[in-house]
């Protein structure tokens, strides 16, 4: 029952460095997306994908790219990490594309990161 | 602007009694609400999703009420236990996108 699992749980780096964060789920979900969680802000969206190959940018996509190369694995990199970056990532994914009614969302764990 | 305001943003109880936490949206059109749990340190976990048609919907000891006419939502906790402590997040799809919008969330505390 593995789930949602994301890696590293804890990263620090230093201003301008490049890092990437590892999703991977084992449900045969379509539907995989990045979150980044702020002190007194609500989850806001990086990226999604719907499937293999698809990939799209949510509310703060700057400073970030990822790739669906597979169903299982979503990662996300950061290009020159910048202090404004330091914050908790959760990566989640879902059975239904369009989150309807069935779609519940599976969060993995978290990373949390720390730019210098 | 498609929002999600919940109140209060905290809340400390003790064991063993019952609280209700307020959602309240201007999202539109409006497809579903949720209610997450995320204990500290940890991702959110699924509650309930409600959609335009259901008014009430339980798991367990937490119900959840939907007036999309008022667009509001609230979610009841009865006979608290320890292991309620946690943010209670509110979220919304719009009808519009397949993205969610999400409450800050409410933090709530159970002491024994």
């Known amino acids: 029952n593995a789930g949602v699992t994301q890696t590293p749980k804890f990263q620090v780096l230093k201003t301008g460095q490049s890092m990437t964060l590892q999703c991977a789920q084992d449900?045969?979900?379509?539907?995989m997306s990045w979150y980044r969680q702020d002190p007194g802000m609500g989850l806001r969206l990086i990226h999604y994908?719907?499937?293999?190959?698809?990939?799209d940018q949510g509310e703060v996509p700057n400073g970030y790219n990822v790739s669906r190369s597979t169903t299982e694995d979503f990662p996300l990199r950061l290009l020159s990490a910048a202090p404004s970056q330091t914050s908790v990532y959760f990566c989640a994914s879902s059975y239904e594309k369009t989150l309807g009614s069935t779609g519940e969302l599976f969060f993995g764990e978290g990373s949390r990161l720390t730019v210098l | 602007k498609n929002q999600v305001e919940q109140s209060p943003q905290s809340l400390i109880i003790l064991e063993g009694k019952n609280c209700t936490l307020q959602?309240?949206?201007?999202?539109?059109?409006?497809?579903?609400l949720r209610w997450y749990k995320q204990d500290t340190g940890r991702g959110p976990v699924s509650l309930t999703i409600?959609?335009?048609s259901e008014n009430t919907k339980s798991n367990g000891r937490y119900t959840a009420t939907l007036d999309a006419d008022t667009k509001q939502s609230s979610l009841h906790i009865t006979a608290s236990q320890l292991s309620d402590s946690a943010s209670y997040i509110c979220v919304v799809r719009g009808d519009s996108n397949y993205q969610l919008i999400w409450g800050a969330g409410t933090k709530l505390i159970i002491k024994p």
């Open positions: 449900m045969n979900h379509e539907y």
């Open positions: 994908s719907v499937g293999a190959g698809i990939t």
């Open positions: 959602c309240n949206y201007t999202v539109s059109p409006f497809s579903n």
């Open positions: 409600m959609t335009f």
